[in-house]
C-alpha cells in the first residue's frame, strides 16, 4: 500500500508564493519520478511540474510556469516539493501530487494524492 499526502496549498494574493509538499510513503522500494498536477472545475488534469532520475535529476514544466515554479525532491524523505512564485489568478485550482513508484513487492504503478487546493486572489 502505497500514500501520497500533499499538503501547503492555501488562498494568496496574486503575485505571491506559495511551497506545496508532498510525501510518499508505503511498501515503496523506489521512486521513479513524481511530479504535480493541476485541476480546475469543468476540465482535465493538467501537468505542471515532473521530476525523474536515479542519479540526475530531470525536470520538465509546463510552459504556463516556466520561470515561476520549481520542483524538487528529497529522495531519502520520499518528498517532492513545488516552489510556486510570481502566482497568477490562473493557477488557481487544485494541484495534484503524483508518483510512479516500484513498490516491495516489485510492481511499478502510478500513484495520485488526494489534491490540496490552491487559490489566486485578491
Known amino acids: 500500500q502505497v500514500q501520497l499526502v500533499e499538503s501547503g496549498g492555501a488562498l494568496v494574493q496574486p503575485g505571491g508564493s506559495l511551497r506545496l509538499s508532498c510525501e510518499a510513503s508505503g511498501s515503496i522500494f523506489s521512486i521513479n519520478a513524481m511530479g504535480w498536477y493541476r485541476q480546475v472545475p469543468g476540465k482535465q488534469r493538467d501537468r505542471v511540474a515532473t521530476?525523474?532520475?536515479?542519479?540526475?535529476?530531470?525536470?520538465s514544466y509546463a510552459d504556463s510556469v516556466k520561470g515561476r515554479y520549481t520542483i524538487s525532491w528529497d529522495r531519502a524523505k520520499n518528498m517532492v516539493y513545488l516552489q510556486m512564485n510570481s502566482l497568477k489568478p490562473e493557477d488557481t485550482g487544485v494541484y495534484y501530487c503524483a508518483a510512479e513508484i516500484t513498490t516491495s513487492t516489485g510492481d511499478h504503478n502510478g500513484y495520485w494524492g488526494q489534491g490540496t487546493q490552491v487559490t489566486v486572489s485578491s
Open positions: 521530476i525523474a532520475g536515479r542519479t540526475t535529476d530531470s525536470k
